[in-house]
T-cell receptor, first 111, second 114 residues
Framework: GQNIDQPTEMTATEGAIVQINCTYQ??????LFWYQQHAGEAPTFLSY????GLEEKGRFSSFLSRSKGYSYLLLKELQMKDSASYLC????????????FGGGTRVLVKP | DTEVTQTPKHLVMGMTNKKSLKCEQH?????MYWYKQKAKKPPELMFV???????INESVPSRFSPECPNSSLLNLHLHALQPEDSALYLC?????????????FGPGTRLTVL
């Protein structure tokens, strides 16, 4: 089966850094997506990691270690608007090329 | 045009009603998806269409019936739903099914079944 775990909730202060971890146990893994979802809105794409290593995109960075079944999303210089749910999703080619989502991490940014 | 549109935004229906959700994209994407999302839960995949053919049905009850009339449109026909089917229904599209392409999500239809 497919198992993707991430913390349920995290709280951080404006201007700080937060790291959201995601561990996965899947067969046929081909890559890891991160999406941001504000309450009542659609998920929006943040990053996609296929190879091991860190990918940086402005204030957001994403890391993948395929051998450890581990990824993280790093949010720097937190802003109030970053309060949202962050979803990691494994791309499973063997399962018909579909995304399997983790439970999501709700991040609350406080002033 | 880089967006996925969905209508209606909100829908309230009784258990005996028949209604349809609509999704449209003009990005030339050939893979389209329906997801169901309950409050504080991640999206759950329901159906996947690839080149207008049903590619994945995640054992969804037959009271949900998808349809892909052309490469830009995706419908979800609803009949005899249950109150537990109340959720946010998200449509998404991607350039194609294979290759780990980014999925673009629509704003969703919030469905309430009375």
């Amino acid at each position: 089966g497919q198992n993707i775990d991430q913390p349920t909730e995290m709280t951080a202060t404006e201007g700080a850094i937060v790291q959201i971890n995601c561990t996965y146990q899947t067969s046929g893994f081909n890559g890891l997506f991160w999406y941001q979802q504000h309450a009542g809105e659609a998920p929006t794409f943040l990053s996609y990691n296929v190879l091991d290593g860190l990918e940086e995109k402005g204030r957001f960075s994403s890391f993948l270690s395929r051998s450890k079944g581990y990824s993280y999303l790093l949010l720097k210089e937190l802003q109030m608007k970053d309060s949202a749910s962050y979803l990691c999703a494994a791309y499973i080619k063997a399962a018909g090329n579909k995304l399997t989502f983790g439970g999501g991490t709700r991040v609350l940014v406080k002033p | 045009d880089t967006e996925v549109t969905q209508t209606p935004k909100h829908l309230v229906m009784g258990m005996t009603n028949k209604k349809s959700l609509k999704c449209e994209q003009h990005m030339g994407h050939r893979a389209m998806y329906w997801y169901k999302q309950k409050a504080k839960k991640p999206p759950e995949l329901m159906f996947v269409y690839s080149y207008e053919k049903l590619s994945i049905n995640e054992s969804v009850p037959s009271r949900f019936s998808p349809e892909c009339p052309n490469s830009s449109l995706l419908n979800l026909h609803l009949h005899a739903l249950q109150p537990e089917d109340s959720a946010l229904y998200l449509c998404a599209s991607s350039p194609r099914l294979a290759g780990g392409n980014e999925q673009f999500f629509g704003p969703g239809t919030r469905l309430t079944v009375l």
